[in-house]
């Protein structure tokens, strides 16, 4: 489970995330200061570079999409298979905590749409957002619905033709 939420889903919601929230403030840099941003965080250096000012193209959209439906897929037989409500059956598991990044960043961004078909999910993130320990994780400011108004203008407009689009090339 840990390893297949590390090298699937987790790397997959990057692209999604930058194109949906960060583009448009990147799109407003000049070159010179997207580069400084660039050069000012080693970490995702390469990443950024790759997206450019111009946003992941639609092969890396769809890709990364892809991954994220076989996270979704895994995820929903993972508590079918273990009977829930958390992956691992009746306790909460290291595994429920490696995949929740991923899901509350999807719902964020307006790709809870994946899931339609696996309420079971839709459950699952209910009951983590009704534990104390997710309030404190996710405090007011940390979502980036928070952070960047038009990502909640899409989720107000029911917008998830657009989010799934993802601007870019």
Same mark, same amino acid.
């Given at each position: !489970?840990?390893?297949?939420?590390?090298? &699937?889903?987790?790397?997959?919601?990057?692209?999604?995330?930058?194109?949906?929230?960060?583009?448009?403030?990147?799109?407003?840099?000049?070159?010179?200061?997207?580069?400084?941003?660039?050069?000012?965080?080693?970490?995702?250096?390469?990443?950024?570079?790759?997206?450019?000012?111009?946003?992941?193209?639609?092969?890396?959209?769809?890709?990364?999409?892809?991954?994220?439906?076989?996270? &979704?897929?895994? !995820?929903?037989?993972?508590?079918?298979?273990?009977?829930?409500?958390?992956?691992?059956?009746?306790?909460?598991?290291?595994?429920?905590?490696?995949?929740?990044?991923?899901?509350?960043?999807?719902?964020?961004?307006?790709?809870?749409?994946?899931?339609?078909?696996?309420?079971?999910?839709? &459950?699952?993130?209910?009951?983590?957002?009704?534990?104390?320990?997710?309030?404190?994780?996710?405090?007011?400011?940390?979502?980036?619905?928070?952070?960047?108004?038009?990502?909640?203008?899409?989720?107000?407009?029911?917008?998830?033709?657009?989010?799934?689009?993802?601007?870019?090339?």
């Amino acid at each position: !489970m840990m390893r297949f939420i590390d090298e &699937v889903p987790t790397p997959a919601v990057r692209i999604p995330s930058y194109n949906l929230a960060f583009l448009p403030h990147y799109q407003s840099m000049t070159e010179g200061e997207f580069l400084a941003l660039c050069d000012s965080k080693p970490l995702r250096r390469e990443f950024l570079m790759r997206m450019g000012r111009e946003g992941f193209s639609k092969s890396d959209m769809d890709e990364a999409l892809g991954r994220l439906r076989r996270g &979704v897929e895994r !995820m929903a037989a993972w508590l079918h298979r273990s009977r829930g409500p958390w992956l691992m059956g009746e306790r909460f598991s290291l595994a429920d905590v490696a995949i929740m990044p991923v899901i509350v960043r999807m719902d964020d961004i307006n790709l809870g749409h994946l899931w339609e078909d696996h309420p079971e999910i839709g &459950v699952w993130l209910e009951r983590l957002r009704a534990m104390p320990a997710f309030r404190s994780t996710y405090y007011h400011g940390s979502l980036l619905t928070e952070k960047y108004p038009h990502l909640a203008e899409i989720r107000n407009k029911g917008g998830r033709d657009r989010a799934a689009a993802g601007g870019g090339r």
